[in-house]
């Protein structure tokens, strides 16, 4: 679409309108996101991209993903105390001040979403401290992973659906293996 493309100059990608360049999604995300670029832009390999995607997925339902991989930034534009709507990024930054660090208007929060009840803002932990949590799969994969891949590969025929059935795929084989 108009805001959405990516093309390879010199080698690099350049891309607008997707997740690659934003840091308000995982590196995990940007990596998957930019193997799949590369393996359609450069190889015009459809398939590859989506065992890039597939490995992804076998390693973030195995709890093989390193925290530092699964961090999403976002600054905060405000006193905490003016948001009507408490995102993750804010929940993450009063927790920060819980541990006596103050948090000011420019300052990016840098946080995890991890395993639990409660809504996805009430499982934001701040990165610092969330040695001991586990990551939310689920979370990462839906919320993250499929929608970035989705946006490129449903010009090749794959829906949302599809994606999220390889995410099942994914467990479905990890079950077979234990039996």
């Given at each position: ?49 989506i065992s890039e995607v597939k490995k992804v ?123």
């Open positions: 679409s108009k805001k959405r493309y990516a093309v390879i100059e010199d080698g690099e990608i350049i891309a607008k309108g997707l997740e690659l360049f934003r840091r308000d999604w995982a590196p995990i995300v940007k990596k998957t996101q930019e193997a799949v670029l590369m393996a359609i832009l450069r190889e015009g390999d459809s398939d590859k991209a997925l076998k390693r973030l339902r195995k709890g093989e993903v390193e925290r530092k991989e699964l961090i999403i930034h976002t600054q905060i534009t405000k006193p905490l105390n003016q948001y009507k709507q408490v995102g993750p990024h804010v929940v993450a930054a009063q927790r920060i001040e819980e541990h006596g660090v103050k948090v000011s208007r420019g300052t990016i929060i840098q946080y995890i979403i991890v395993k639990g009840k409660g809504s996805i803002s009430q499982r934001a932990v701040p990165y610092d401290y969330s040695e001991g949590y586990e990551y939310d799969k689920d979370y990462y994969i839906n919320n993250q992973l499929i929608p970035a891949v989705e946006r490129i590969m449903y010009s090749f025929g794959y829906t949302k659906k599809d994606l999220q059935d390889m995410a099942v795929g994914e467990v479905q084989q990890s079950l077979d293996a234990l039996s």
